[in-house]
């Protein structure tokens, strides 16, 4: 099925660490993003691409990196674990400014 | 940035009733999307309506961009609509969605 895939799903790490999230797209679209949800906080936006080649940092960017590995795959990477990154992290893509269509999430635990 | 408010931010609604959900936006946008939330967490795109009116079944959406508000109406709820309702927009030559807090609908049978 066409969609937003994320792997994976459920992790849990001990501070200090590093991981990749892993998101790819099958709709051929051209803006990828990355958003973190909290309790209380709706979804706030880490980086995004706008297009292959191209990121940028979003409202809350801070101890992330990312790679827009070709049009289909965008991976969120966190290169030293911190509890206060704990939290439920979506990819979405879209074409132009419209239909987002997010990933089912990865719930990440940091202890 | 864009503020964006939703109200009311809870909502216990009987099967069967209809209710009107609120969203507003501090400056001018040229994206506006209505999303849900199921309990499962996954997000749902409903509508994309910057602004004018969209009908899809039971739900329909206005917004009106003048007055920096939306609307989203949901008639004859079913327990299936459950969940959390989030209004998101962004400004013009802007890739970022800002995300209102939003509006957790319960629905009982």
């Known amino acids: 099925n066409a969609g937003v895939t994320q792997t994976p799903k459920f992790q849990v790490l001990k501070t200090g660490q590093s991981m990749t999230l892993q998101c790819a797209q099958d709709m051929n679209h051209n803006s990828m993003y990355w958003y973190r949800q909290d309790p209380g906080m709706g979804l706030r936006l880490i980086y995004y691409s706008a297009s292959e080649g191209t990121t940028d940092k979003g409202e809350v960017p801070n101890g992330y990196n990312v790679s827009r590995l070709n049009k289909r795959e965008f991976s969120l990477r966190l290169e030293s674990a911190a509890p206060s990154q704990t939290s439920v992290y979506f990819c979405?893509?879209?074409?132009?400014?419209?239909?987002?269509?997010f990933g089912s999430g990865t719930r990440l635990t940091v202890v | 940035g864009i503020q964006v408010e939703q109200s009311p931010p809870d909502l216990i609604l009987q099967e069967g009733a209809n209710s009107t959900l609120r969203c507003n936006f501090s400056?001018?946008?040229?994206?506006l999307q209505w999303f849900h939330q199921n309990p499962w967490g996954q997000l749902i795109n409903l509508f994309y309506i910057p602004s004018g009116t969209k009908q899809n079944g039971r739900l329909s959406a206005t917004t009106v961009a003048t007055e920096r508000y939306s609307l989203l109406y949901i008639s004859s709820s079913q327990t299936t609509d459950s969940g959390v309702y989030f209004c998101?927009?962004?400004?013009?030559?802007?890739?970022?969605?800002?995300f209102g807090k939003g509006t957790k609908l319960s629905v009982i049978p």
């Open positions: 998101a927009v962004s400004g013009a030559g802007s890739y970022q969605l800002t």
């Open positions: 400056d001018s946008v040229n994206n």
């Open positions: 979405a893509s879209s074409e132009l400014d419209y239909g987002y269509t």
